[in-house]
């Protein structure tokens, strides 16, 4: 059984670096791409980034400049950084699998998301 | 970046009623949609994959059918569980992007 359990510091004033990390247990580490999504108070989803085990990452252009993404196989888990925040950066952050389906990649499995807060 | 729009936005159903949703792409994204489930404070459950796919454990009154750019969840026999907000996602390219929400009250 597949279990995200992700954690990270939920109060941060502007400018401050958002930290997350997202620790995998159950099935492999390799042959996914682990992904950030996030939902802002009352809003909808948007996807942040994603980065796979070997290290390749993809990240939403509207975030690119801000957004790093890193991963430990040693510990089955994948971190985010998301420099300069802003209130606009208030949000739920959920960590995500994507599997493998045909032509094309799944969010299949999903962390139990962190509220994160930015205020001065 | 691939747009996806909803209708309705909200819609306020009574039990064993049907519901359909529809999602439409701003562009062709062959199979690559699913749906998503999301209750309030709970994470996003899969529901349907790659258009029509069900996914296990799902009940079977969720169905979902469509390609290129318009797309369908439908939920037959609506039961009190299913009121949640109700999410589009293509995986056809990146950025990955969602339809805003389909809300489902229950009556």
């Known amino acids: 059984q597949v279990h995200l359990q992700q954690w990270g510091a939920g109060l941060l004033k502007p400018s401050e670096t958002l930290s997350l990390t997202c620790a995998v247990y159950?099935?492999?580490?390799?042959?996914?791409?682990w992904s950030w999504i996030r939902q802002p108070p009352g809003r909808g989803l948007e996807w942040v980034g994603e980065i796979s085990h070997s290290g390749n990452t993809n990240y939403n252009p509207s975030l690119k400049s801000r957004v790093s993404m890193s991963v430990d196989t040693s510990k089955n888990q994948f971190s985010l950084n998301l420099n300069s925040v802003t209130a606009a950066d208030t949000a739920v952050y959920y960590c995500a699998r994507r599997d493998r389906y045909a032509d094309t990649w799944i969010l299949s499995y999903w962390g139990q998301g962190t509220p994160v807060t930015v205020s001065s | 970046e691939i747009v996806l729009t909803q209708s309705p936005d909200f819609q306020s159903v009574t039990p064993k009623q049907k519901v359909t949703i529809t999602c439409r792409a701003s562009q062709s994204i062959g199979s690559s949609l699913h749906w998503y489930q999301q209750k309030p404070d709970q994470s996003p459950k899969l529901l349907m994959k790659?258009?029509?796919q069900p996914i296990s454990g799902v009940p079977s009154r969720f169905s979902g059918s469509g390609s290129g750019t318009a797309f369908t969840l439908t939920i037959d026999s609506l039961e009190a569980e299913d009121a949640a907000t109700y999410y589009c996602?293509?995986?056809?390219?990146?950025?990955?992007?969602f339809g805003q929400g389909t809300k489902l009250e229950i009556k």
């Open positions: 790659y258009g029509s």
């Open positions: 996602h293509q995986s056809s390219s990146l950025p990955l992007t």
């Open positions: 159950g099935g492999t580490f390799n042959d996914y791409y």
